[in-house]
């Protein structure tokens, strides 16, 4: 069974320019999450799609990100325009059910905004 | 509010020596507690979790964690490393269907 998987694995993009992640969850999976962290902080929750619906997005930074998962299978995240804080690495999980389910990461990736 | 403490940010220890990670929580309501781990370049692993019953809970690669309620701490321990578990380690807390991570706790085993 593959796992979740995540491209690009690394972006190296200059302030102001538009970059856009993607997220494939393990198959079945309805439930998808977003996280990132900074560098020597904590991961932290950014949304989560339930299907193809938006059930938390309440970890969002701001409105430079949109999150959408057409058909309710994979997902992208976007960040436009880009900023030198949005620099981290960005997490997908999935998982089958929601609570007290183990979510399943993808590897994640790796965004630094020069 | 809920939030998880990881006090450790770097262990070191040497190989076949026992180790323990500290974790500590904060939350008004009843949690679900988590360990994941992180290998280079991979995405994170659930090494064990805690729902309910008994409060020591065993995960694989021979880690284990104990949840004590009394003093919010979940800590994970293994009784001898491997250089194999040279890896970067986070404590999670679930509520509300939320995941709330600790800031990591990076072991490096000492060959």
């Known amino acids: 069974e593959a796992g979740v998987t995540q491209f690009p694995s690394h972006s190296v993009i200059e302030k102001g320019q538009t970059v856009t992640l993607r997220c494939d969850p393990i198959s079945g999976h309805d439930n998808l999450y977003w996280y990132r962290r900074v560098m020597g902080k904590e991961i932290k929750f950014l949304l989560h799609f339930v299907k193809e619906s938006k059930q938390d997005e309440s970890g969002m930074p701001n409105n430079r990100f949109l999150a959408e998962r057409t058909g309710g299978t994979y997902s992208t995240l976007k960040v436009q325009p880009a900023e030198l804080e949005d620099s981290g690495v960005y997490f997908c999980?999935?998982?089958?059910?929601?609570?007290?389910?183990?979510?399943?990461f993808g590897p994640g990736t790796r965004l630094l905004v020069l | 509010a809920q939030s998880v403490t990881q006090l450790d940010s770097q262990v070191p220890v040497f190989e076949e020596a026992p180790v323990e990670l500290r974790c500590n929580y904060s939350s008004s309501v009843s949690v679900y507690l988590f360990w994941y781990v992180q290998y280079p370049n991979q995405g994170l692993q659930l090494l064990l979790k805690y729902l309910s019953g008994s409060t020591l809970v065993k995960g694989i690669n021979g880690f284990e964690a104990e949840f004590n309620k009394s003093q919010t701490s979940f800590h994970l321990r293994k009784p001898s490393v491997h250089i194999s578990d040279t890896a970067e380690y986070f404590c999670?807390?679930?509520?509300?269907?939320?995941?709330?991570f600790g800031t990591g706790t990076s072991l490096t085993v000492i060959p």
């Open positions: 999980a999935s998982s089958q059910a929601v609570a007290s389910e183990t979510q399943y």
């Open positions: 999670a807390l679930e509520t509300g269907n939320q995941f709330y």
